[in-house]
T-cell receptor, first 112, second 116 residues
Framework: GNSVTQMEGPVTLSEEAFLTINCTYTATGYPSLFWYVQYPGEGLQLLLKATKADDKGSNKGFEATYRKETTSFHLEKGSVQVSDSAVYFCALTSYNNNDMRFGAGTRLTVKP | GAVVSQHPSWVICKSGTSVKIECRSLDFQATTMFWYRQFPKQSLMLMATSNEGSKATYEQGVEKDKFLINHASLTLSTLTVTSAHPEDSSFYIC????????????FGPGTRLLVL
């Protein structure tokens, strides 16, 4: 079945540091890949997505590239801010699946 | 666009009572809505999938008689936790998908349930 493996946290960085959160997946067919962000006490917000191989999703300085050859969708940001502190979830869904599979989540804390 | 709301945002109830949580798509029609449960510091676990006008499909291990789901319209799905017990305390999150072929799910803000 489909699954997502995400880098374990927590991750603590200083402001303006470079961020990478690794995500790899296992799926049949051609999944769509997502990164969602969850701020404390809130639901999930879509951060970015990519629907086919080599697509790059980007939003708010974050980006991730759909790599079919390595089955990966790593999240990166060149310079994090304190306001980026949250939990980040990698997820995938396939057209023939009704549900979305999530990684375990990675808690990011950015210190000033 | 693509806003999903949930009501209430939090609820405290006594053991044995039932609690209803509403999930609404505010600016689009959702053919499919999903209900997830999230325990503290854990990922989301899919509970059930509901399509408008039909019975919900429950994931293995989720009691359909305990977690009643109704998807009466294209903008509203409800989850009723019947005879709630302390172990049902959790963060419940719904999501909605606009069309059958859409790949993106839009999530509500979640409902925190505490059963005393």
């Amino acid at each position: 079945g489909n699954s997502v493996t995400q880098m374990e946290g927590p991750v603590t960085l200083s402001e303006e540091a470079f961020l990478t959160i690794n995500c790899t997946y296992t799926a049949t067919g051609y999944p769509s890949l997502f990164w969602y962000v969850q701020y404390p006490g809130e639901g999930l917000q879509l951060l970015l997505k990519a629907t086919k191989a080599d697509d790059k999703g980007s939003n708010k300085g974050f980006e991730a590239t759909y790599r079919k050859e390595t089955t990966s969708f790593h999240l990166e940001k060149g310079s994090v801010q304190v306001s980026d502190s949250a939990v980040y979830f990698c997820a995938l869904t396939s057209y023939n699946n009704n549900d979305m599979r999530f990684g375990a989540g990675t808690r990011l804390t950015v210190k000033p | 666009g693509a806003v999903v709301s949930q009501h209430p945002s939090w609820v405290i109830c006594k053991s044995g009572t039932s609690v209803k949580i509403e999930c609404r798509s505010l600016d689009f029609q959702a053919t499919t809505m999903f209900w997830y449960r999230q325990f503290p510091k854990q990922s989301l676990m899919l509970m059930a999938t509901s399509n408008e006008g039909s019975k919900a499909t429950y994931e293995q291990g989720v009691e359909k008689d305990k977690f009643l789901i109704n998807h009466a319209s294209l903008t509203l799905s409800t989850l009723t936790v019947t005879s709630a017990h302390p172990e049902d305390s959790s963060f419940y999150i719904c999501s909605a998908r606009a069309t059958e072929g859409a790949v993106t799910q839009y999530f509500g803000p979640g409902t925190r349930l505490l059963v005393l």
